[in-house]
C-alpha cells in the first residue's frame, strides 16, 4: 500500500495550493479518504474527509476555502486550498480507512484510527 502527497510548498497568505495523494495497493473506490494535518509542536488535526460517494465534509477552519476530491480512475485524491493563512502551516497528510470518515470538527484523529496514512507533504504560509 502507498500513499504519497505531493503539491506543498511555501506560499504567501492569501495564495493557493493544490495537494494531490496518488494511491495504490487498495482498492481506492472502496475506501473513504481524509486530510489531517499537523502543526509544529501540535497535534494531529483533522481537515477534510470525502466518502465513496464524493460527499465531502470540512473542519469550521478551513470551510469555504479548501475543497477536497477524488478521482477513482486515476486512484488519486485532491485537496485544493484557497486564501490561504499563516495558521495553515503543517505537515498535510494523506489517509485512508473504509469506515471512518471523521465528519467533526471535534473529531481528534490518531494515526490507530486509520487505516492507511501517507507520508505527508509540508504546507508553509508566510511572507
Known amino acids: 500500500v502507498q500513499l504519497v502527497e505531493s503539491g506543498g510548498g511555501l506560499v504567501q497568505p492569501g495564495g493557493s495550493l493544490r495537494l494531490s495523494c496518488v494511491t495504490s495497493g487498495f482498492t481506492f473506490s472502496e475506501y473513504y479518504m481524509i486530510w489531517v494535518l499537523q502543526a509544529p509542536g501540535k497535534g494531529l488535526e483533522w481537515v477534510s474527509s470525502?466518502?465513496?460517494?464524493?460527499?465531502?465534509c470540512y473542519a469550521d477552519s478551513v470551510k469555504g476555502r479548501f475543497t477536497i476530491s477524488r478521482d477513482s480512475a486515476k486512484n488519486t485524491l485532491y485537496l485544493q486550498m484557497n486564501s490561504l493563512k499563516p495558521e495553515d502551516t503543517a505537515v498535510y497528510y494523506c489517509?485512508?480507512?473504509?469506515?471512518?470518515?471523521?465528519?467533526?470538527?471535534?473529531?481528534?484523529?490518531?494515526?490507530?484510527?486509520?487505516?492507511?496514512w501517507g507520508q505527508g507533504t509540508q504546507v508553509t504560509v508566510s511572507s
Open positions: 489517509v485512508a480507512d473504509r469506515t471512518l470518515l471523521g465528519c467533526s470538527s471535534a473529531f481528534a484523529p490518531r494515526r490507530a484510527d486509520f487505516a492507511y
Open positions: 470525502i466518502n465513496t460517494g464524493g460527499w465531502p
